[in-house]
């Protein structure tokens, strides 16, 4: 008895582990977010901008060294000590360089920011993509047990001799297409089921199941909001300000080129030998400019303007394709609006159709061929309705990371 209770007991727990796991949307967001390896790159080069901050920094600080000798001749010895420190006080981009560093790691971040929400949403894409596949499953599953059932009735009415063998072949014809289209959708999960498996950083061989979302309900604020929010949020649109920012720091730079190099020292030196001690020290204060670099700097603050003005343009140019992306988003959402209303009463329809015309094959006031067409129009209707609400949850979606929200 205790034998038989282990072996259930070990059966159960394969059957556990070997259970697909179930990720609601969350879960695999999380999961992208941690696991992704696009991220991991960004998050490295974040990183590295970060240090490009601090190594501008360092130059504020002053440098200093020291040195010792020893030296001998004649029966005679010296030791010899200095230290000296010097201080940059001032050279042309000191402080800037540090404005332009810090601004870049700022760009990075929201650069950054950006991939995430990509990433996002393209994870909520993927998630979508596969309910998608999942409800086109039960449909087909749905219309393929109706096509079953109504080729047995014919084969039986078949066998009465109310009907012939080609309606027999028609109704078989019509199971086997759906059937067919139930295997291609079979395959088409599987697919979307890999891909949203890369996107989490996982293995593609992973099994697992996705809970069902709500796709019923949206909630996008309305295009007047969106607009209003539009350039404040948009993480893409942030980081090209701060490009141009960049820009404009990278002209004060090439300005201050003309300005001249000052900076500050102190040494102090102590000698040894076998007559005396003799120390010493120093300080100085020099001045450095140049006078003429063959029109260098000239041309590099006319190259540096050259790109600002890119910039300022490039900025612009963000806007227009900004507003237009969001406008599309908001016109494909009532889009998908119009067509799921349609679609929900062209099913409605449908599906009065064909019991109509079922009932009439069965009393022998329609043919096989108004059924199959009935069935047909049937199937189409739920295809467009499922496809319809996943793909306006998608647009959601895209509304959603274009805000930021």
């Not at 295997?183 to 890369?198: Q, Y």
């Not at 593609?204 to 909001?225: C, G, K, M, N, Y």
């Not at 090439?254 to 120093?282: M, R």
């Amino acid at each position: 008895m205790k034998r038989i209770y282990i072996t259930g007991l070990l059966l159960l727990m394969a059957i556990s582990l070997s259970a697909a796991e179930k990720l609601n949307l969350e879960q695999c967001v999380q999961a992208a977010l941690k696991n992704n390896k696009s991220l991991q790159q960004g998050s490295l080069s974040v990183q590295q901008t970060a240090l490009g901050t601090k190594s501008a920094y360092a130059s504020l600080y002053p440098s200093a060294s020291a040195s010792a000798s020893e030296s001998g001749g004649n029966g005679s010895s010296k030791l010899g000590a200095s230290a000296s420190i010097n201080q940059s006080l001032y050279s042309p981009g000191l402080y800037s360089e540090i404005k332009l560093a810090r601004n870049k790691t700022e760009v990075a971040r929201l650069d950054q920011e950006e991939l995430e929400a990509e990433v996002r949403s393209g994870v909520e894409t993927a998630y979508y993509n596969i309910l998608t596949a999942q409800g086109l499953l039960n449909v087909y599953r749905e219309n393929l047990t109706a096509a079953a059932e109504n080729l047995q009735m014919i084969q039986t009415m078949y066998k009465l001799g109310t009907k012939t063998e080609s309606d027999v072949l028609k109704a078989e014809v019509q199971k086997g297409e759906i059937e067919n289209s139930l295997i291609d959708e079979e395959l088409t999960l599987i697919n979307k089921k890999r891909s949203l498996a890369v996107l989490m950083g996982t293995s593609p061989e992973q099994e697992f199941e996705v809970e069902e979302a709500d796709i019923e309900q949206i909630t996008t604020p309305t295009l007047t909001e969106a607009k209003a929010v539009l350039f404040k949020n948009n993480r893409d649109y942030q980081s090209l300000q701060k490009s141009l920012k960049s820009e404009q720091i990278s002209l004060k730079i090439a300005k201050e080129a003309y300005l001249p190099t000052i900076s500050a020292g102190y040494k102090y030196s102590k000698d040894w030998n076998t007559a005396k001690t003799v120390g010493s020290n120093s300080w100085s204060i020099s001045v450095d400019i140049g006078l003429f670099d063959g029109f260098s700097k000239k041309q590099n603050v006319q190259k540096t303007k050259l790109s600002l003005k890119s910039a300022e343009v490039g900025l612009q140019a963000k806007e227009q394709e900004l507003l237009s992306t969001l406008l599309n988003y908001y016109s494909d959402l009532e889009n998908k609006n119009r067509i799921i209303d349609l679609q929900e009463k062209t099913l409605e329809s449908a599906r009065k159709n064909y019991e109509l015309v079922t009932r009439q094959y069965e009393l022998g006031m329609a043919t096989m061929l108004d059924q199959t067409t009935a069935q047909v129009s049937v199937l189409e209707a739920q295809t467009n309705l499922v496809k319809a609400k996943y793909s306006r949850k998608t647009v959601e979606s895209q509304i959603r990371q274009l805000l930021a929200l």
